[in-house]
């Protein structure tokens, strides 16, 4: 009888640990679009501005027990602009600026990720905004919380690295030449 109690506690010892296992080494493969969001950060005339993106599209693979396999792509419909007024989210569609009649899509595309500890991470890969691509890298935490995870992180650009803002409006003296784009996003794994 104590031989029988030993086996089933180990055969349910296993399964637990091989739940916990499989738990833990999830793929998450969805964003909830509803749950996430692009904001970003940029100075005018010496005051801070904050704006954001409504739309977006994304495709994503990722472990956070094997980063190194991970992979995302994200493509943002630029015309979903929101700068705080109707009159500068018109003036930024413009050629000048974004020009979304010819570029409407501003698309990231990962070339690798890897773990920093302590739930950071980062991902390297290529932005490509106004038919300008450039490589960037951008740290990143990830907090997976049963089937979904959040992942909070940001990136710094020059809007001169991609022609945001030609002409009179290179000038930086009136428009900062950084932007900090934030992303917060709700990743949710596959299903079993």
Not at 109 to 124: I, N, P, Q, W
Not at 155 to 183: C, H, M, P, S, Y
């Amino acid at each position: 009888m104590k031989t029988g109690t030993l086996r089933h506690f180990a055969t349910a010892a296993a399964l637990s640990l091989a739940t916990i296992t499989a738990a833990s080494a999830a793929e998450f493969t969805a964003i909830d679009k509803a749950a996430s969001r692009f904001t970003f950060q940029y100075t005018q005339m010496g005051v801070g501005m904050d704006g954001k993106f409504e739309r977006f599209a994304a495709n994503i693979r990722f472990d956070p027990a094997h980063p190194e396999a991970g992979r995302a792509a994200f493509d943002i419909e630029v015309a979903s602009i929101d700068t705080g007024s109707t009159e500068g989210n018109e003036e930024v569609k413009t050629k000048t600026w974004f020009n979304t009649a010819a570029h409407p899509l501003a698309r990231f595309e990962s070339t690798s990720f890897k773990a920093l500890g302590d739930k950071r991470y980062e991902v390297a890969g290529k932005l490509t905004i106004k038919g300008q691509t450039r490589n960037v890298t951008a740290p990143f935490t990830f907090e997976a919380q049963g089937t979904a995870a959040t992942v909070k992180g940001s990136l710094k650009l020059k809007r001169n690295d991609f022609a945001i803002g030609e002409g009179e409006w290179a000038d930086t003296t009136i428009v900062a030449n950084e932007i900090q784009i934030n992303f917060q996003l709700r990743a949710l794994q596959a299903a079993p």
